[in-house]
């Protein structure tokens, strides 16, 4: 299957903004979730991680990033509508 669509974020045609879910702070994007699954997960197939990683981003066509908040400490995950 040919994948057709792209992550704004991850190609450079956008920034990610997200506010911390504790402390409301400015996160920072730390990419995409997937790539920190393990030492190969950055070089599997895109649809093949959407698969299996427990998000329903393949169908909603959203890239999951990792975010972190340098004020509070916090790790989440934040979703991107794909174009």
Not at 8 to 11: A, G, S, T
Not at 14 to 19: P, V
């Given at each position: 299957?040919?994948?057709s669509h792209i992550c704004?974020?991850?190609?450079g045609i956008?920034?990610?903004?997200?506010?911390c879910l504790r402390c409301g702070a400015q996160t920072e994007d730390?990419?995409?979730e997937s790539d920190f699954y393990g030492p190969y997960?950055?070089?599997r197939p895109?649809?093949?991680?959407k698969m299996t990683n427990g998000y329903p981003d393949l169908e909603r066509r959203q890239c999951?990033?990792?975010?972190?908040c340098p004020s509070c400490g916090t790790t989440s995950s934040y979703a991107v509508d794909e174009l």
């Open positions: 299957m040919l994948y704004p974020v991850c190609n956008d920034d990610l903004r997200a506010n730390w990419g995409k997960s950055p070089y895109i649809n093949d991680l999951v990033h990792a975010v972190f």
